[in-house]
């Protein structure tokens, strides 16, 4: 299984990214799709996450409002559209997959994980 993410970039405060996340070797429309992050010195955190359908999609308080999870089967990708960017999203943010989960938050509960792409915001 590989997640390839992708999209990440410098960007200036109030500004917008689209991440960008490429699966293959799973059955993807099978999967619970989701993003983590993690900033510099701190834990890794949950974004969001997407059901296999795209008919439920869960967010961290962060981010509401703001990023937009979406996915698109039958490409076997998902997307976090970030507007507003602030400071504090920088950092590394991960595409994950699970099979199972219904925890969303959770970060033990995902199968996969990609390698991740940077983000950095500047004030």
């Known amino acids: 299984v590989q997640l390839q993410a992708s999209g990440g970039g410098l960007v200036q405060a109030g500004g917008y990214l689209r991440l960008s996340c490429q699966a293959s070797g799973l059955t993807f429309d099978s999967y619970v799709m989701g993003w983590f992050r993690r900033a510099p010195g701190k834990e890794r955190e949950f974004v969001a996450a997407?059901?296999?359908?795209?008919?439920?999609?869960v967010y961290a308080d962060s981010g509401k409002g703001r990023f937009t999870i979406s996915r698109d089967n039958a490409k076997n990708a998902v997307y976090l559209q970030m507007n507003s960017l602030k400071p504090e999203d920088t950092a590394v943010y991960y595409c994950?997959?699970?099979?199972?989960?219904?925890?969303?938050?959770?970060?033990?509960?995902?199968?996969?994980w990609g390698q991740g792409t940077l983000v950095t915001v500047s004030s």
């Open positions: 997407i059901t296999w359908r795209g008919d439920n999609t």
């Open positions: 994950t997959a699970s099979r199972r989960t219904t925890t969303y938050r959770r970060a033990n509960t995902y199968d996969y």
